[in-house]
């Protein structure tokens, strides 16, 4: 599981995922906030994954960052429609519900409503504050170099 970001803007990093990732990262974003819904006592759902570093970062000591963490997945979300990528009308109808939901407790003061810092992970490695961007911009990089079919995304971002 991962959180790609290439930037602290969420529309930039959206932009910079190849085709393949950016689908999967609306998947793992979604899984995320089910699980940091579900640790805050919202949802009632699978938490096998609340031991995951990215799971546990977003997770914040029991004050979650749920709202920008939503923001990026809608911003991945509206990136992935924009290219023509689909989804099914389930799986439409279950992002529909996370955003009632979250919206739904948004006074609740359950969660934090900060930007979600940057972490960087990688294997054993962390990584936290701006450099994480780089650091994403170079791994996936590498891993674009690694593919065989041609990443079709932002190769360049604007600083």
Known sequence: MQIFRVS??????????DNRR???QVLELYQILRVNLSLVGVLDTNTRYQHHPIVKHVYNG???YITDTYRLLEACDLE???RGGKRSPAFREDLESLKRLIEGHLADDLWNH???P?????GDDRVYGDAAYDLYVSL???????DTIAPRCATVLKK
């Open 22 to 24: 950016l689908s999967k």
């Open 80 to 82: 992935h429609q924009r």
């Open 8 to 17: 602290p803007d969420h529309t930039t990093s959206a932009r910079y995922l």
């Open 62 to 64: 029991g004050h979650p």
């Open 118 to 122: 940057p972490l960087y992970v990688f």
């Open 140 to 146: 996936l990089h590498d891993k674009w170099m690694a």
């Open 114 to 116: 900060d930007p979600l």
